[in-house]
């Protein structure tokens, strides 16, 4: 009776963990965004560039998740908002909302500035769609309840990001994943990721374009974040080396793979942190360094992604 | 009211895998991808001259408190005024959400090409369209009063299926006088199916 099996799963595997990355990352892009546009200075560039690219990750990342469906005629009883009325038990179901939301109210937000913009209009499609009637409508109301908007991207951004922890924090067999601890890594991690791939195209694609104290704002809440997801790691380290079998076999599967420790914690916030340190605080200017720093978290927030589907150990009592 | 319950004597159950079979034929499981309703495992225990054989069936265990019915975002996954958890096929997105959350590996996927496969298999299939799947405790059985196919077919009467709010019920009994015991009780998944350990 008391025999136990451990072992790991094979239904949600590193697709799984592209789905939570992209979800994760591209809503945080859009709330973090939003709150800069609308608190912070109106930078038009910045406020297009997240909602747009934030919206291009959540479709990647649903799009995962929806092609490993058994019956995808069924996800419309998850996208209509009745669904969460039906199942407000379901993190999946809130979710889904908070997907759906947050990809209407992006496009709405950045729409008063994409039909502004003279490149965006000479391009063959979009600068046809653009130059609609319709759509020029459209974006006359949306700039007109462009508080509303900002805030509906802000609040399902970060349920989304909150909800990718949540998710798994609801399978009870697996000690890595049910704890309290997952959302918050999850969050801090989405945020993280967000900052760093808003650094990476301000220094990029728009850097004439926006205001210097951005940059310099992102790089040190990002050190913050980074730091903040640095203690969490270790604590799960500390949580998972005793109190159950299938945590310490967790901790074995984690620490003992160069992948996680190199990949992750070294190469995806130690070095990072590092690096963004001498940028802040220390000698190092120009783009590279950021850049570079900024490119190791994005690689970081999807190992430790990864590694966390791979590493659920679950218990069973055969 | 009826809260329906299963008992498995693990001394009495001889790894015959009649259940399996039983099982798989009533209720048109996907058995060519290893994927059943019930599985009886197998574990050597001792060594030497000591080496014997045990065996486990598992199954849904209708948890009273199931973590694959929260975690199901359409709501396919409900549970009966019996306590029976149930999957509404058509309503089932197949996310495999309710397979991570199932800490008895008690779901999963039963695919296109598993409908395809099975109408050649069995012949008629009654599965429409893919989903998630799992035991049911053969509850189309139990609306006609009959039993599950497993407990019916089990040659040494290892599995036992009553009614928890029946206090003179042979399974009742076994469960209140804690011989019966539920499997991983501290995940407080409030389990339907006990046992009965080897003696």
Redesign the interface.
Known sequence: MDILTFTTQQHWTTWFAVYLFLGGMGAAVVAVSFLTHMYLREEKELVMWGALSGVAMMVVGSGMLFLHLLNKWAIFYIVSPYGVFHKPDSWIAWGSQFIVWIQIAAVLYALPYMVEKPRLLGWPVVGNVLKMPIVLQVAGVAKKIHPILGWVGIVTGIGTAVYTGLLLQSFPAVTLWHNPAVPILFTVSAFSTAMAWLLIVMYTFIYHRVDHSIRALYERIDLGLITAELIIVFSFFNFTLSGSEGGYRSAEMLWGSNGWLFGFVLFGLIVPLAMELKCVFGSWSGKAPIVTASLLVLNGGFQLRAYFMAAGIYAYPW | MTHYAMVID?ATCVGCNACMAACSLENQTPVWADHWRTKV?D?EVGDGHGITRRF?P?LCNHCDNP?CM???????TYKTKEGVVLVEV????????C???????ARY????DDIDTGKEYYGKLQRK????DKCSFCYHRLLKEGEPACVQTCVGYARMFGDLDQPNDPVTQLVRSGKA?P??AH???RPNVY?I??R
């Open positions: 693990l495992h574990r486990i598992r973590p929260t975690v199901c975002p359409s709501g396919a058509e309503r089932c997105l197949g996310c495999g959400a397979a991570m959350a199932c800490p008895y590996d996927p039963a695919t296109s369209s893919p989903s998630m015991r499997l991983m995940l407080g998944t046992y350990p080897e």
